[in-house]
């Protein structure tokens, strides 16, 4: 049975950091490409960084780049998510999941991890 359990998250001020971690079991971790998604009350959830196979090539959208970076040790089944220079707009619960052809593919997601930036 997939399992993904997010952890890490908490409350900081404007411009503080925050690591994530999202340990996996019930998937061989290595063969997905994975990322980190977010939802904030009354919107879709979105993917917010994403890492391929290699483990070397990430990609960003244009609301976290330069702020976030995403890593994954295969060795550990687990995925991290640095966040950097945290914003209000970053309030969120935030999850992992492995990506297929652009899209989150397993259910059930994990209980997710709650971010709250503010002053």
């Known amino acids: 049975q997939v399992q993904f359990s997010e952890s890490g998250g908490g409350l900081v001020q404007p411009g503080g950091s925050l690591r994530l971690s999202c340990a996996t079991s019930?998937?061989?971790?290595?063969?997905?490409?994975m990322g980190w998604y977010r939802q904030a009350p009354g919107k879709e959830r979105e993917l917010v960084a994403y890492i391929m196979t290699s483990r070397r090539s990430t990609i960003y959208p244009e609301t976290t780049k330069g702020r976030f970076t995403i890593s994954a040790d295969n060795a550990k089944s687990t995925l991290y998510l640095q966040m950097d220079d945290l914003k209000p707009e970053d309030t969120a619960v935030y999850y992992c999941?492995?990506?297929?052809?652009?899209?989150?593919?397993?259910?059930?997601w994990g209980q997710g991890t709650q971010v709250t930036v503010s002053s």
């Open positions: 019930g998937i061989v971790f290595s063969i997905y490409a």
């Open positions: 999941n492995a990506v297929v052809d652009s899209k989150p593919f397993f259910e059930p």
